[in-house]
């Protein structure tokens, strides 16, 4: 397994923060290699509600299904994906100078397509903490800084 874990500071409020990050429906906004979410069918705050996905990694698109694993009002969100590319995101926040510190952790596995076309892991493995990097300012610029 593979892992990227990034944390930064938001000036919004624990709840808003986690709010949003727990809206699948934003998740393109921020995650620039997320292409789509589709058929999402409930609330993605609920346990077990699933949607579609289309990500690439390094150039590869891949298309799979996620569902919420855990969900803690202004404390916690995660999901994991369940085909396409196995991971767990995890997002923690707690109360931080009257903001938020964001705790963005991601374990997953290059699926073999990936790795098939790059030829190493370790260049997919630096592109997605890239990608976490991203991800985290992206969500400082949406939510402030």
């Known amino acids: 397994m593979s892992r990227v874990t990034k944390i930064a500071s ?13 809206d699948v429906k934003n998740h393109p906004a921020f995650i620039s290699a997320l292409k789509s979410v589709d058929n999402l069918q409930g609330d993605p705050k609920h346990i077990g509600e699933s949607w579609d996905f289309t990500f690439s990694m390094g ?8 569902e919420t694993a855990d969900y803690v ?12 590319i196995v ?32 030829l190493d892991s370790a260049v997919v493995e630096r592109l997605n903490d890239q990608e976490g990097d991203r ?3 992206n969500l400082q610029a949406i939510l402030g800084v």
């Open 87 to 118: 991971s767990t995101f995890s997002y923690s926040v707690e109360a931080e100078n009257g903001g938020t510190r964001l705790t963005m952790d991601v374990d997953y596995e290059i699926p073999h397509n990936v790795v098939a076309k790059l």
């Open 59 to 66: 150039g590869v698109e891949v298309k799979g299904k996620a």
């Open 135 to 137: 991800a985290v300012e």
């Open 73 to 84: 009002e202004g404390k916690h969100y995660s999901f994991k994906t369940t085909t396409g």
């Open 10 to 22: 938001v000036k919004a409020d624990p709840e808003k923060v986690l709010s949003y990050i727990a």
